[in-house]
């Protein structure tokens, strides 16, 4: 990546960081622990691609007020957090460590970091209605964005995407299982970062150029992180390495090998550059496509 | 209840049931487990005391065409069933048994139950927005009903309710803070539902009325809840008896005792009756307010 997007994306990250905070800067008294394990799990870093992505295809797309829509930005985020929350409890990943710190029921009650992840869930839609009614986006648009991102979360999103590799844990499963269990489980949130983007510039015809860009992302994304998996160290990873082949999970590598998974994670990324093409003045965005790939954490 | 109204609420409740079941007829291959355990939960029964407030503020209020707003009511019942799921968890509450079946996560693994519960919270909102979309209501409507229905939900809402609940086990609370815990927990809900009836009608103006209703009947229908656990059997209500006290639980009778308990909530029955006057044609819901107060389940 070079120097100027290393610095376009600081300063995203920095802003999202911010805005994050902001949404639970208010404590109350008597239940403010759930805010904190809120706050933890937002403010245990990550690379906030989500939040990035939206940003990104808003201003790719003609979008000139990104503080007005920072907020709807980050409602992807605190979707991603819920889902990492309850991904790391006992009676799913039972994963103590999440990005080198103690997952949120390692670090609160577990029954405060189901709360937590449930009112992360809700938040993000309730960002979204404050947003149309302050007037800084139309209803109409509160309306698609909502849309949008609920599917991306539901049964035929991430959720159903959680529920199929519960299924699959311990068993072969063929490259077409797995493409579409990625394609819920990490695909349609990003998906729908990138269709949220458009649509807040109000360049809907862009819908489905953005849509493929973000289901190339995902599975190379996906791939990356089943290589890392197996490659990587805890410093990089922040949890212990080799995590999902003990949880014994369907990945890229379990079923396709290494060299493959790296043959396709590379493929997929030129694939997600050229329908970047599509875009004006979309060079930040290749660049940190191209660095997706080559990442360690 | 006399048998007019009796009668009309088994209409209510049949045509909720209906739509509630709806939600989920559509059962994914590799994912349908998920929407089973939904499905279960929603058909466990229930007073669907939610929904029923909502489209009978809706039909007070002036509103004519219940059919196209049947699913918005039902979107209250997802989020309580939702939040009845996550209660029985064992980091919660722990609970084998609801509605004197297992619970969710008794008849399904415990992961599929969390999950479910998830997915029944996003898609609340996934529904709101549908009927936006579909056209059946105004985009303006759509993102009032959603963030009053996210406001009731989350940290301020019946979460941070569930929050204090868990802070207040085991320990001496005064009437205040119990009163907090419920006007949240239980409270926020049945608000959110009568508020949504008045803004599906469009008598925004009526919406303190409703909001006061609310409050009182919230109230006193928590403390019937709380009598019940201690004087009711498994048979009426499908758990335990007991079972708060056995939690250590604040409730108004280990607060106030049986008889205070059971004056205070005649007294809140009174006051939410009253409100009903600012609203026309409130037969049905007086009976309805009035039954609930000698309700065995």
């Known amino acids: 990546m ?3 997007a290393k610095q376009l994306l600081d300063k995203y990250v920095k802003t999202v960081d911010e805005c994050l905070l902001s949404f639970t800067a208010d404590k109350p008294e ?3 622990v759930v805010c904190e394990a809120m706050e933890y799990s937002l403010m245990a870093g990550g690379k906030r691609l989500r939040p ?3 940003l990104e295809f808003y201003r790719m797309c003609g979008g000139k007020d990104m503080d007005s829509i920072l907020d709807i930005a980050c409602s992807i985020e605190l979707i991603h957090t819920f889902s990492l929350i309850h991904d790391d409890l006992p009676c799913m990943d039972n994963d103590d460590y999440r990005r080198g710190k103690p997952s949120c029921h390692k670090a609160f009650p577990e029954s405060i970091a189901l709360l937590a992840g449930d009112a992360l869930n ?7 209605s404050n947003a149309a009614l302050d007037g800084r986006i139309s209803a109409d648009k509160a309306v698609m964005l909502i849309s949008v991102l609920s599917k ?3 049964v035929n999103g991430m959720i159903g995407g959680q529920v199929i590799d519960l299924a699959c844990e311990g068993k072969d499963v ?5 493409n579409v269990l990625q394609s819920y489980k990490t695909g349609a949130l990003i998906e729908a970062a990138c269709v949220m983007g458009v649509i807040l510039a109000g360049k809907f015809e862009l819908i489905p150029k953005a849509a493929e860009y973000a289901s190339a992302l995902g599975r190379a994304f996906q791939i990356v992180d089943d290589l890392l998996d ?3 160290t805890f410093e990089e990873l922040g949890k212990p390495i080799g995590s999902d082949s003990e949880q014994h999970k369907c990945t890229y590598v379990s079923v396709l090998g290494e060299n493959r998974s790296r043959q396709i994670a590379s493929q ?3 694939q997600a550059l050229g329908h970047l093409t599509a875009f004006e003045d979309n060079g930040f965005l290749s660049e940190l496509t191209d660095d997706l790939l080559s990442r360690r954490n």
Not at 174 to 178: A, C, M, N, V
């Open 230 to 232: 197996v490659t990587g």
């Open 122 to 128: 809700t938040l993000a839609f309730e960002v979204i």
């Open 268 to 270: 997929l990324t030129m």
């Open 152 to 154: 991306g979360v539901g």
């Open 52 to 54: 990035v992505l939206c």
């Open 174 to 178: 063929d490259i077409e299982t797995l």
């Open 30 to 32: 008597l239940q403010g």
């Open 2 to 4: 070079n120097d100027a």
